[in-house]
């Protein structure tokens, strides 16, 4: 739900830099997250990255904050849990002990 760019050494046998979109599905189907991958040469390779896709994705994607564990690392952020990542419920307010205080 994020996007991710890798940078790797150029030449062969290091590997490839890449970027990843995030959106995982679309259309009801899955879907190749990636948006660019480098060649084995050095060179700049621009991502380009579709930011109001990826929000929208995020604000409907279904699991949310379902496997987050804020309180496994509150002492980190010491935040509260906000959109895009507060897990709606049914009746559409946050899901009970999934949003910090």
Do not use: C, K, Q
């Amino acid at each position: 739900m994020t996007g991710m760019a890798m940078a790797n050494y150029a030449g062969p046998g290091w590997g490839h830099s890449v970027a990843h979109d995030g959106i995982a599905f679309a259309h009801g189907r899955s879907r190749d997250t990636l948006v660019v991958e480098a060649g084995e040469a050095a060179g700049v390779y621009p991502a380009v990255f579709d930011l109001d896709a990826l929000r929208d994705y995020r604000r409907r994607e279904s699991w949310g904050d379902a496997f987050r564990r804020p309180a496994a690392y509150r002492s980190l952020t010491g935040r509260e849990v906000r959109e895009p990542f507060v897990r709606l419920g049914p009746e559409g307010g946050p899901v009970p002990g999934r949003s910090l205080p």
